[in-house]
């Protein structure tokens, strides 16, 4: 069955580059989609791309896109303590009203 | 500017209680979501609803059932409280399918 995968936790310094990095098991999924949820909130989409792209840049955010293994990574340039929060990324499957949510990453930003 | 609101915040049950969690958007938009989220994994489809008037199942249905009451609210409730459905709850809604959602902050509900 289609699975997302991510690891659980990084800690980097402020000032320096996050990379997040999640993998999927299905290749039929329309979008990938980031996610961001600080404390005691819901989720926010932060950025997103189509299955059809290698690479997107959004201010400070760049996703890029490795179908072939299926791999998705989120960099975050210049890291700030406000980006303290868990990350998740998910696959979108448009017309079946089907997402698969992996278990999320903890980022944590030492000042 | 609400956006996506939920009732209550907070909620503690006794094992075979029942409550219903309220979801309202202003958005206007067709599609609303129910997941839970639990330690270690992600978000879950509980129910969702395509548009005003339809519901359907989602990953995780048993000891559901939800009510589309009209194309801003979204209700989940829960018969017979059982301490498995110990969770966050967190009501989404897009425009169309699986499209950008947006979330309410989520409800926390201990079942004890």
């Known amino acids: 069955g289609e699975d997302v995968e991510q690891s659980l936790f990084l800690s980097v310094r402020e000032g320096d580059s996050s990379v997040i990095n999640c993998t999927y098991t299905d290749s039929s999924s329309t979008y990938l989609y980031w996610y961001k949820q600080e404390p005691g909130a819901g989720l926010q989409l932060l950025t997103y791309?189509?299955?059809?792209?290698d690479m997107k840049q959004d201010q400070r955010l760049t996703v890029l896109l490795n179908k072939k293994d299926k791999h998705l990574s989120l960099r975050i340039a210049d890291t700030q303590t406000g980006d303290s929060a868990i990350y998740f990324c998910a696959e979108i499957y448009t017309g079946g009203f089907k997402t698969i949510f992996g278990a999320g990453t903890r980022l944590f930003v030492k000042a | 500017n609400a956006g996506v609101t939920q009732t209550p915040k907070f909620q503690v049950l006794k094992t075979g209680q029942s409550m219903t969690l309220q979801c309202a958007q202003d958005?206007?938009?067709?599609?609303m979501y129910w997941y839970r989220q639990d330690p270690g994994m992600g978000l879950r489809l509980i129910y969702y609803?395509?548009?005003?008037?339809?519901?359907d199942k989602g990953e995780v249905p048993n000891g559901y059932n939800v009510s589309r009451l009209n194309k801003r609210e979204f209700s989940l409730r829960l018969e017979s409280a059982a301490p498995s459905q110990t969770s966050v709850y967190f009501c989404?809604?897009?425009?169309?399918?699986?499209?950008?959602?947006?979330f309410g902050q989520g409800t926390r509900l201990t079942v004890v």
């Open positions: 958005m206007n938009h067709n599609s």
């Open positions: 609803s395509a548009s005003e008037g339809t519901t």
């Open positions: 791309i189509f299955s059809n792209m």
């Open positions: 989404a809604s897009s425009e169309v399918d699986n499209t950008e959602a947006f």
